[in-house]
């Protein structure tokens, strides 16, 4: 490669990396799978090693995201620099040397500094670009499990990670029937989280920190180690990022032991970390211009498997998104068999110039996201859909924050009145039995429903019914008694039924709470009186005041308040266990799932998180003798576990 075509490729290699962390880092999606950013990432490397040449603006040698404009700025005491990698353990194995060593996960999430001063927290701030940060104070204070106070005097600065846990996004994203909707990864929706100008979008979102790494103790001696200032954080009711000490003899079994605990890891990681125990010896090796000689991050090894595309399925939603989803012959990835995968957009489609029958590497983001990761054919055959495969209107390729998307204009396509019907219907909703969203797409595409209140009165129809394919007169009865149970129900079940934005089951209790069970106080409250509610916020208000007002769904509301009869529930929430937080692992006998048995733990005043911490009352799992990573953090931290049936004998009784 001469000297022009050397520099031409490094700042397209620039620009590449430089949009795709924009992206990933200042707007919260994603363009890029991290497959390709490190495969750009290490030529540009090789390129700059080769030629000798480093830009300026080359992501090598410059850090973070650029704080946004919204949040105030601070810069760091410190600069806060990127670490080097490397996916070899045996690398990593020869970096340690004859040292001690900390090994912890890295979490994926985003970089918070927090300073203490005489015990109270006074400052918090993102890592931004390195220098430069975004002050958070208000928002970190929502965090879950961060304490405001501490037992100790003088200046205390940390760092750590703020992140939410799969079981926290899980739950988020079960809330948003919407598939298209739904966030793309807990770290997205954690950097989202935390850089809100409204804070009670923090809270809700049970954003948790953990701290990896101290920065300042006043007049505290640690005898020049790592491992005790990370017990001496613990000690003040930080939780740390699981570590452990390592030697050169012990590294490998070690990692062997991450590898094995990350399937059931609950924080999200990209990783490990690895650093020296000895902090004058590791300080004494400086730093590069981007990278800390102390310490090192080990990425796991992508496992990848090569596979053929069979088909390209065209993904519409309510919104209007019809998105790519390539469908490939299953393989074995990280333990499981996978088949399919998001390809995000149509940008990221044509960059990877994809064919029916070419054939595909795919692998797993962070070893649970399937992720294409080249195409060693490209044929680029894929045709793009110019009907929308719901309704036939022509549909419009449009420009996205520079993504180009694929839409279906259509005001009136039939997919929003399908998504809205089998959200009504769904479990916790209206719980209609023997409507999947195949059956509805029949009775829309026949006209037999137009309204929330049309499932009521299908008998209209029964005779067309029980000729359709899958049906007959039993099957048409046990929908038609399963609609009939469903008219007796509950104000939340209805609230959350309607498909109001960001109105979950927790919210519609709230509500229905809040407005003790009065529909009519719901529908003509204000904006201030809403957004006074803990957990609302003024966005959710909105939505809620804009559905209201909105005449066509107050004329579809009356029709369905004719049809239902709304039970009056206990207000009184039992206390039990009050104070008490469980979490709830493993396969159930009694209880039909976990939802159910989390159910009954908060009508008795208790709480159910996804991980395992020192605030935890009891861990419940019928394996109590498992290995599985959960039992070995609830026996470190002394948490009792107990199997299904010891809870109902001990609290049920």
Not at 195 to 217: C, D, G, P
Not at 340 to 347: D, E, I, P, T, Y
Not at 469 to 477: A, H, L, R, T
Not at 482 to 501: F, M
Request: charged share 25%; with cysteine; glycine share 6%.
């Amino acid at each position: 490669m001469n000297e022009n075509r050397t520099m031409n490729r490094m700042k397209e290699l620039i620009r590449i990396l430089q949009d795709a962390s924009k992206a990933y880092y200042a707007q919260d999606r994603e363009i890029m799978s991290n497959y390709d950013y490190d495969k750009y990432y290490d030529e540009l490397v090789a390129l700059e090693e080769t030629s000798g040449i480093v830009m300026a603006d080359s992501p090598t040698v410059k850090v973070g995201y650029e704080a946004v404009e919204e949040l105030p700025k601070e810069r760091h005491e410190k600069q806060m620099l990127s670490l080097g990698k490397t996916k070899d353990r045996e690398e990593l194995k020869s970096w340690l040397g004859d040292q001690k060593g900390i090994l912890s996960w890295k979490m994926d999430g985003l970089t918070i500094v927090l300073t203490y001063l005489d015990g109270k927290l006074i400052k918090a701030v993102t890592r931004g670009n390195g220098e430069i940060g975004e002050v958070v104070t208000n928002n970190a204070l929502k965090f879950k499990n961060l304490p405001r106070t501490i037992p100790f005097q003088g200046e205390l600065i940390l760092r750590g990670e703020a992140v939410i846990t799969y079981s926290d996004f899980e739950k988020i994203n079960a809330n948003i029937e919407e598939a298209q909707e739904k966030y793309k990864n807990p770290r997205n929706l954690c950097s989202g989280s935390v850089r809100q100008l409204n804070n009670e979008i923090t809270a809700a979102r049970n954003v948790r920190f953990y701290a990896f790494s101290l920065v300042k103790a006043d007049m505290v001696d640690f005898h020049n180690s790592r491992k005790r200032q990370m017990a001496f954080l613990a000690g003040l009711g930080f939780e740390v990022a699981g570590a452990v000490e390592v030697e050169q003899e012990t590294i490998l079994e070690a990692i062997e032991t991450f590898a094995r605990d990350i399937s059931n890891y609950d924080i999200p990681t990209d990783g490990l970390v690895l650093c020296y125990d000895d902090i004058a010896y590791g300080e004494s090796l400086g730093s590069t211009s981007k990278f800390p000689r102390d310490s090192i991050a080990f990425k796991w090894a992508d496992e990848i498997r090569e596979t053929k595309l069979l088909q390209i399925e065209w993904s519409p939603s309510r919104t209007g998104l019809i998105n790519p989803v390539a469908i490939f012959e299953p393989v074995e990835l990280e333990g499981t068999t996978v088949s399919r995968a998001s390809v995000h957009n149509l940008s990221i489609l044509k960059n990877l110039q994809l064919g029916i029958g070419d054939v595909i590497t795919v692998y797993k983001a962070n070893m649970i996201i399937p992720q294409i990761a080249d195409n060693l054919t490209r044929s680029h055959q894929i045709q793009i859909p110019d009907q929308c495969p719901v309704c036939g209107n022509e549909t419009v390729v449009v420009k996205d924050n520079e993504a180009e998307v694929l839409i279906c204009p259509n005001p009136a396509c039939d997919i929003k009145k399908l998504k809205s019907f089998s959200h009504f219907v769904s479990r916790d909703a209206m719980n209609v039995e023997g409507l999947s969203e195949a059956t509805l797409e029949k009775f829309i595409g026949k006209g037999f429903i137009h309204t929330y209140a049309d499932l009521y009165h299908l008998d209209r129809f029964q005779s067309d019914i029980i000729t359709m394919e899958g049906f007959g007169e039993k099957s048409y009865q046990n929908l038609i008694a399963s609609i009939e149970t469903s008219r007796n129900t509950n104000l939340a079940r209805v609230i959350y039924a309607l498909g109001i934005a960001n109105i979950g089951p927790a919210n519609a209790k709230m509500l229905s709470r809040f407005f003790k069970q009065n529909l009519d106080a719901l529908r003509n409250a204000d904006l201030e009186t809403l957004s006074s509610i803990g957990g609302i916020g003024e966005v959710i208000a909105l939505a809620i005041v804009q559905y209201f007002e909105n005449e066509k769904n107050k004329t579809a509301l009356d029709l369905l308040l004719a049809e239902l009869n709304i039970e009056q529930e206990e207000q009184s929430v039992g206390t039990v266990l009050d104070q008490m937080t469980f979490v709830i692992t493993g396969s159930l006998e009694t209880f039909e799932n976990r939802k159910e048995l989390q159910t009954v733990i908060e009508n008795l005043g208790g709480k159910v998180t996804g991980s395992v911490t020192a605030k935890t009352s009891y861990l419940i799992n019928n394996d109590t003798q498992s290995s599985s990573s959960k039992n070995k953090k609830a026996k470190e931290l002394s948490v009792p576990i107990i199997s299904e049936q010891e809870f109902k004998d001990r609290f049920l009784r």
